[in-house]
Structure formats: structure tokens, C-alpha cells
């Protein structure tokens, strides 16, 4: 140990010898701190993205299904509801395309990279995995087959064909409605259980 220096308070500190070997060890260990605090905001940065698609994708539907549906009905006339139908999913869906790309992407970067794939994850990834494909696969069949169709009938007018249609929608959204709170509660509670 050599003389003591100063500190602030004007007491007489250790002063150490740091040999060559000590720095770069020092050196080498904040690069590892700094790229595991890297790693982990991107952990954390992709689990936010991924909890707020899936709340905009289920809340949505939500909201759709328990609040503007039964209004809508109860004010207006197929020639106004339809049309103010059309307009709220051609809206709302441009969000949940965003949102599914986003689950896709962040949940299997997550799964394939900081998770160490799909062999080394828990029982809960596997199935919120499954439910979220399937919730994929109805709402692509609910997108390109009655909205489509729903679409075409209010651009001629066919209030009936088109309430058919609109009919068709609410059943897979309501389909859709309970996989999504189903994988909530899966991701929520399922890292408590087994």
C-alpha cells in the first residue's frame, strides 16, 4: 500500500497499486456487466411488446364484443350499424395485424434465444405457443372470409348478406375473445404452476 491521499472530507484514504493484470480483468468484467444489462433490456423491451400486442389484440376484442356490440344494436338500424361496423374493424384490424407480427416476433426471438428454444421451455410457453397460432388461424379465416364478404354486401347495400356476415364475426370473435383471456391467465399464472 502506498501513502494515503485525500479524500473530499479531507481524511487520509488507502491508496493501492493496481497492477496491470487487476485493470484489465476490471476492463473485461464491465464489458460482460454492460452486455448483460444490454441483454436484459432487450428481455425486458421484448416482453412489453409482446404483453402490449397481445392487450391490444384481446382488449380489443373485449371492448368490441362486450361494450360496441350490444350498443349498436340497441341504437341503430342495419343501414347505419354496418357501415359503422366496417369502419371500426378496418380500423381495429390494421392494429391487430401490427399486433400479431409483433407477438410472432418477440415471442420466438424470446423462446429461440434468451429462453434457449422451445426444448429448454416451460409448459405454459408451449401452450400460450399453440393457443396464439390457433388465435392466428381464426382470425386470418375471420379477415379474408366474412369481413371480405361483409364488405361486399354493404358496398351493394345487402343489409341482410351482410348481418349474416357481421353475425359470422361475432362468433369467432367471441371464440377468439375467450383463447385470448385463456393465454392471459396462462402466461400469467403458468410460471407459478408445475
Known sequence: ???GI????????????????A??????DSVIVILIKGK??????????HLLAALVWVGGMFFAYMALRPAAASVLEPPLRLPLWEATFQRFFFWVWIA????LVTGYWLVL??????????PFIHT???IGLLMMAIYGHLYFVPFKRMRRAIAVQDWPEAGRNLNQIRIIVA???????????????????G
Open 128 to 130: 400460450m405457443n399453440a
Open 100 to 103: 400479431i407480427a409483433l407477438l
Open 6 to 21: 485525500r479524500n473530499d472530507r479531507g481524511r487520509s484514504a488507502p491508496r493501492f497499486h493496481i497492477h496491470h493484470e
Open 1 to 3: 500500500m502506498a501513502a
Open 175 to 193: 371464440v377468439n375473445l375467450v383463447l385470448g383471456l385463456i393465454t392471459v391467465v396462462v402466461a400469467v399464472a403458468g410460471r407459478y404452476v
Open 23 to 28: 485493470r484489465r480483468d476490471g476492463a473485461v
Open 40 to 49: 436484459q433490456m432487450l428481455i425486458a423491451i421484448a416482453i412489453t411488446l
Open 113 to 122: 434465444g434468451p429462453y434457449g428454444g422451445f426444448a429448454e421451455a416451460r
